[in-house]
């Protein structure tokens, strides 16, 4: 390995430990506390000699954790440790340890070194608990030093960054990012808490979660380019899922009337604040549901969720205060954009007549884009910008929906919602089609445009349909982009700060 000249100082010091007869990475720790826990039998201690009017006299603790700080003064020194429970001091005197392993820890210790300490728990004169320390060990020496944290303020706000010059690296050594910053470790801390609320309240309502493939010989369920491989043995190209739709409504035919996933799905597509090729995804599937009742859950789910995560359904996103109290604003897609735009596009039944429409506006208009497309990408997109406090936007274009159910009164539209918070989608809904015909007509319909060279188009799944035909009860569907909800509940502008290992771009 190349070893900067900080690097080699440390180095030098990890072979002087080997000549000393230290492992510098020992094969095994003892450990009889974590940080949390020797605090709180201190404190434990303390309160019964205040109840039995004796003297304090603190357990006996071996401890370990990452070095953080140390002062030095002559024959006594004193340090913190960090674990992921929190951080300790340690009281450190020559006499206690000896001097051949005080001047080792002096003089071959560093900052960022994880190290175990035993000794009884005392409260120092400033009023800390800390480890009397009688025996001190290395447990891994760290070569690298940790980035030096600093601070400075954006958009109005102090942020605190570990030292990387530049803001990318934190991604690309996200090791060393939350080893040096405990504010972006709270991130994923929310984040685990925010998944694990996610599962309580479904499964507290009578849903199974289940797992359903990765790799699929036929892709579907969403607008999106999949990522393609191929199975040697089977001779095969296969498809990284792109969403979990199809095979959870194959599952309310298996006569599992609530089902739910959280996990991966994968979009070839564009990287952005918003976007990351591999993402995290909540789908649910509801027998006997409609998309009004799915908003229903929807918006109760999300205010849950906020309120278990953060203490309140009042969340701060970019400078916004956010209500997540239901019930939330619903709004059909056409009263939106007339809203927004001043277009109404039903007024515009073809795409030609639509784009010029929108191009007068001064809206972008892809040449050759079919109707639906044109609305959802041209007049939400504007529509998009302005919807900050939570809203449902109803009624969906057909031919951009081809596993919903049409409106009774207007077969140009589905059963279809998105809803958006902090001016980001969030997620998708549909009172799901259930009629086989039908929904080979719409995958025939959408072949013909990917025939045409739409890559987001949807191909026929004839498995999907055979499962159709056994009956698929009446049934709503949802979708929740798992890593946006935890960019709302942690005020964070870019996907990447909450996803732990983002895709970058590799380095020229």
């Known amino acids: 390995m190349e070893l900067t000249e900080l690097e080699q100082v440390r180095a030098e010091k990890y072979h002087r430990l080997r000549t000393a007869g230290i492992e510098p990475y020992p094969r095994r720790v003892e450990r009889t506390h974590t940080i949390a826990e020797a605090i709180s039998a201190y404190m434990a201690a303390e309160?019964?000699?205040?109840?039995?009017?004796?003297?304090?006299?603190?357990?006996?603790?071996?401890?370990a954790g990452r070095l953080r700080s140390v002062r030095t003064m002559g024959k006594v020194s004193f340090a913190h440790i960090e674990d992921g429970t929190g951080t300790m001091q340690l009281f450190i005197r020559f006499q206690e340890v000896g001097e051949a392993m005080y001047?080792?820890?002096?003089?071959?210790?560093?900052?960022?070194?994880?190290?175990?300490a035993q000794g009884a728990l005392i409260r120092t004169r400033t009023g800390e608990v800390s480890v009397a320390v009688q025996d001190l060990n290395m447990l891994a020496k760290a070569i690298t030093p940790l980035p030096v944290v600093k601070e400075r303020e954006e958009?109005?706000?102090?942020?605190?960054?570990?030292?990387?010059?530049?803001?990318?690296?934190?991604?690309?050594?996200?090791?060393?990012?939350?080893?040096?910053?405990?504010?972006v470790r709270e991130i994923f801390l929310i984040r685990a808490r925010?998944?694990?609320?996610?599962?309580?309240f479904l499964d507290a309502r009578g849903f199974l979660e289940v797992e359903t493939p990765i790799l699929q010989p036929v892709y579907g369920g969403?607008?999106?380019?999949?990522?393609?491989?191929?199975?040697?043995?089977?001779?095969?190209?296969?498809?990284?899922?792109?969403?979990?739709?199809?095979?959870?409504?194959?599952l309310l035919v298996g006569m599992y009337d609530r089902v739910y996933e959280i996990g991966h799905d994968f979009r070839n597509e564009g990287v952005s604040n918003r976007h990351n090729p591999e993402f995290t995804q909540l789908e649910f599937y509801a027998a006997y549901f409609d998309y009004q009742q799915v908003m229903c859950l929807c918006e109760e789910m999300i205010a849950t969720v906020a309120t278990e995560v953060t203490g309140s359904p009042v969340i701060q996103f970019q400078r916004h205060e956010i209500d997540l109290t239901p019930p939330w604003r619903r709004v059909t897609l056409r009263e939106?954009?007339?809203?927004?735009?001043?277009?109404?596009?039903?007024?515009?039944?073809?795409?030609?007549?639509?784009?010029?429409?929108?191009?007068?506006?001064?809206?972008?208009?892809?040449?050759?884009?079919?109707w639906g497309y044109l609305i959802d990408k041209g007049l939400l997109g504007a529509v998009e910008e302005t919807l900050i406090q939570p809203t449902f936007i109803l009624d969906y274009p057909r031919d951009i929906s081809p596993l919903a159910k049409t409106k009774p009164d207007d077969?140009?539209?589905?059963?279809?919602?998105?809803?958006?918070?902090?001016?980001?989608?969030?997620?998708?809904?549909?009172?799901?089609?259930?009629?086989?015909?039908?929904?080979?007509?719409?995958?025939?319909?959408?072949?013909?445009?990917?025939?045409?060279?739409?890559?987001?188009?949807?191909?026929?799944?004839?498995?999907?349909?055979?499962a159709m035909k056994y009956g698929m009860p009446p049934n709503g569907g949802f979708g929740l982009g798992v890593d946006r909800l935890v960019m709302l509940l942690t005020d964070k502008p870019t996907i990447r700060e909450v996803i732990l290992f983002p895709l970058l771009r590799e380095r020229d």
Do not use: W
């Not at 001047?103 to 175990?116: A, I, Q, S």
């Open 411 to 466: 077969p140009t539209h589905v059963e279809r919602f998105e809803y958006f918070i902090g001016r980001l989608e969030m997620g998708n809904a549909f009172t799901e089609l259930n009629d086989p015909f039908d929904q080979e007509q719409r995958f025939l319909e959408m072949g013909r445009m990917y025939d045409e060279g739409d890559e987001e188009a949807h191909p026929m799944d004839e498995d999907y349909l055979r």
């Open 47 to 63: 309160e019964a000699v205040e109840a039995n009017n004796a003297e304090v006299v603190g357990p006996q603790v071996t401890v």
């Open 222 to 250: 969403a607008a999106a380019r999949p990522f393609i491989t191929h199975h040697n043995q089977l001779h095969q190209d296969l498809y990284l899922r792109i969403a979990f739709e199809l095979y959870l409504k194959r």
């Open 103 to 116: 001047d080792t820890f002096k003089e071959c210790f560093d900052l960022g070194d994880f190290v175990g």
């Open 155 to 183: 958009d109005g706000r102090i942020m605190r960054f570990g030292g990387f010059t530049d803001v990318e690296e934190r991604y690309r050594q996200r090791y060393a990012d939350l080893a040096s910053n405990p504010e």
């Open 194 to 200: 925010t998944i694990r609320a996610l599962r309580r």
């Open 336 to 370: 939106a954009a007339i809203e927004v735009t001043g277009i109404d596009y039903v007024q515009y039944p073809t795409a030609e007549e639509l784009a010029t429409a929108m191009r007068a506006k001064g809206l972008p208009a892809k040449t050759g884009a079919t």
